[in-house]
């Protein structure tokens, strides 16, 4: 079995994925940790010294490297479905989750995390909202080919259960 977690930052991801992974006594693999570990710089380094299109590449690579390992739960950036056919190889390689939120919902979750976010350190806090909203929109066609979609607000523990992976 290999979970591949999708969403705009902020939906839970991470969170979910880790405590989902301990349960189901599953491998938790972070995408975004294997591109730092890869490139020995953090997310907001690569996107500072080398741009988001040499991240987006690095980070592809690093999903389709693991393709060899069996039982996972994979936690992806929120940009990786958009690029490079990473949805398209998702969906033919696991099951991919979308954890769906609202702006309003992802803006009271991002905003204390704003520095550590490469995409949203620049933006004034009234900027933010527009940003993900307008990201969003961008994004969701690549989100809803997701084989399943969990409202971010109501996830629990018990979550993966309807789903009968």
Known sequence: MKIFLIGFMGSGKTYWGSRWAAKYELQFIDLDDLV???E??????????????YFRQ????????????RSCIMSCGGGAP???????????NGTTIY???????LYSRLLEEKDKRPLL????????????EQKLKE????????KFILPSEDLN??????LNL
């Open 58 to 69: 690095v980070e592809s690579e690093c999903l389709k490297n693991f393709h060899k390992v």
């Open 121 to 132: 350190k620049n933006l004034a806090e009234p900027e933010l909202l527009s940003f993900i």
């Open 40 to 53: 020995n710089k953090t997310i907001a380094q690569l996107f500072e010294q080398k741009g988001e299109e």
């Open 82 to 92: 958009c690029f490079n056919n990473n949805m398209q190889w998702m969906n033919e």
């Open 157 to 162: 523990m018990e979550s993966l259960q309807p």
């Open 99 to 105: 954890l769906s939120a609202a702006p309003e919902f």
């Open 139 to 146: 994004r969701e066609p690549f989100y809803k080919q997701a």
């Open 36 to 38: 730092e570990k890869r």
